[in-house]
């Protein structure tokens, strides 16, 4: 291997070649189909369809298997999916489930072993190491994005500031006073703090230690990384993960910032399209779908994400040959379809984001108006933007035609002074659908 970097958080698995990944996924895959077979979801699946765990000779037998969907897990709530006995489980996350039976994801503690181990190589990748302050502004609880980063922060050997989430003046005085230098952050929040660091009079330059922004759980564009970088004068790196995966360390940027690395020793990639479910080939859009390889609570084969992205063609200058996933497009649940086009708020972000008169926040809504559906993009000022009510109107203009040019309609925009938009606690709520159902 090409190693443009000498150190690794686990030298073995981070520098092993392609026939070395392939040869460790059929080996763990395997060793994964047969020990699904404790799960009665699975071996009824595997019956059902014919097959036995000794069909699986190559990794392309994978296909042989069916898909496993969000809905399986809902079906068989709360434990029907595991392939461990619950006493030998030790923890479990769950999901919020506003829309039907939540779903529960089991682990052992080789499990959390691992996944802390997992989280660690992530951030490691990125240069974090013992004398590092990191502080996560997640919230704790059954969100994956607080304990995961705990004890992969812990296993790194970083002094660790487990804030959780909110009182934005807590944590800018945890930053000062406890000289933080690594963050994790929501986006959307990494902006409202910066915010709220301006209204302070705090310069995160000056005044803190801060130099990495772990920043990942919802969409944002490379545009929205680049202006958080600017602002805060840190490095930002873009962190996937799930619940269903375990939660934060499924893929990770590497100082590439190109693509997100996922570890394949603890996952095989698939991409397929979402409507015919065939694989499509390296660098087209298609749907997550991700196996796991060393799971013992709750092995998942197949699972349909539902988040849109691609494999980047092409070695990684870094050296590490595990594929890289290309910044999330959203959940194919995400799209807005409005006029007959299909719409992505990333897409929407990415033309708000270039304009330096405007702020990180905004929301799309989508109504009905005279029996036309419209949408509305309303889009914060940045504060120190003070201009004449005819160039604002100009400006708003101007973004409705870049914006016409990107997703081929035409919204309504309305600039906002700074602060005005919601701001949730968790993950944004971009788009706000109140169109009448006819
Ligand atoms: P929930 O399903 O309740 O949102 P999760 O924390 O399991 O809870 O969310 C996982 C989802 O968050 C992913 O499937 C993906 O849609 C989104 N997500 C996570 N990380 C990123 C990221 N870096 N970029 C874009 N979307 C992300
Ligand atoms: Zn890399």
């Known amino acids: 291997m090409n190693k443009k970097y000498s150190d690794f958080f686990n030298p073995e698995m981070e520098t092993m070649t392609r026939p070395q990944i392939e040869k460790l996924q059929l080996e763990r895959l395997q060793a994964t189909v047969a020990h699904c077979m404790n799960s009665p979801f699975y071996k009824k699946r595997f019956e059902d369809n014919g097959i036995s765990p000794s069909d699986i000779k190559t990794l392309d037998d994978l296909r042989k298997i069916p898909f496993t969907t969000k809905q399986d897990l809902r079906d068989t709530y709360p434990f029907g999916i595991a392939s461990a006995p619950l006493d030998r489980c030790v923890r479990l996350h769950s999901s919020s489930g506003t829309t039907g039976n939540p779903t529960v994801i089991l682990h052992t503690q080789k499990d959390l072993d691992e996944w802390a181990n997992a989280v660690a190589r992530c951030l490691w990748m990125v240069g974090c190491r013992p004398g590092d302050v990191f502080q996560n502004t997640s919230g704790y609880g059954m969100f994956t994005g607080g304990l995961g980063f705990q004890y992969g922060a812990e296993r790194v050997g970083m002094l660790t500031v487990p804030a959780a989430a909110g009182n934005t003046k807590r944590q800018l005085k945890f930053f000062t006073d406890f000289g933080t230098t690594v963050v994790h952050a929501i986006p959307s929040y990494a902006t409202r703090m910066f915010e709220v660091m301006e209204e302070e009079g705090i310069d995160p330059r000056r005044d803190t230690r801060l130099k990495t922004l772990v920043i990942g759980a919802e969409p944002h564009s490379d545009e929205q990384r680049r202006r958080i970088e600017q602002m805060l004068g840190v490095k930002a790196y873009n962190s996937f993960g799930m619940s269903e995966m375990c939660g934060p360390g499924v893929a990770f940027e590497c100082r590439e910032q190109n693509g997100m690395h996922i570890w394949e020793d603890y996952y095989i990639v698939e991409i397929v399209d979402p409507e015919t479910l065939e694989p499509v080939p390296d660098g087209e859009l298609g749907e997550l779908v991700l196996t796991t390889l060393d799971r013992e609570a709750m092995p998942l084969l197949r699972y349909r994400t539902r988040d849109l992205t691609r494999v980047l063609p092409g070695k990684c200058p870094c050296g590490r040959e595990h594929k890289r996933l290309d910044r999330m497009q959203g959940r194919s649940d995400d799209m807005i379809i409005l006029k007959g086009v ?64 990107e997703i081929l309609v035409t919204p309504k925009v309305r600039l906002v002074p700074r602060g005005t938009l919601p701001v949730s606690e968790g993950k944004a709520v971009r788009v706000k659908d109140l169109r009448k159902k006819f």
Do not use: C, W
């Open 342 to 405: 299909n719409i992505f708020p990333i897409q929407i972000e990415q033309v708000l984001m270039k304009f330096k008169e405007l702020g990180g926040n905004y929301l799309i809504t989508l109504e009905t108006l005279e029996s036309n559906d419209e949408m509305t993009v309303e889009v914060e000022l940045d504060q120190l933007f003070t201009d004449s009510f005819g160039r604002l109107q100009a400006l708003e203009k101007k973004i409705a035609r870049e914006l016409h040019d």
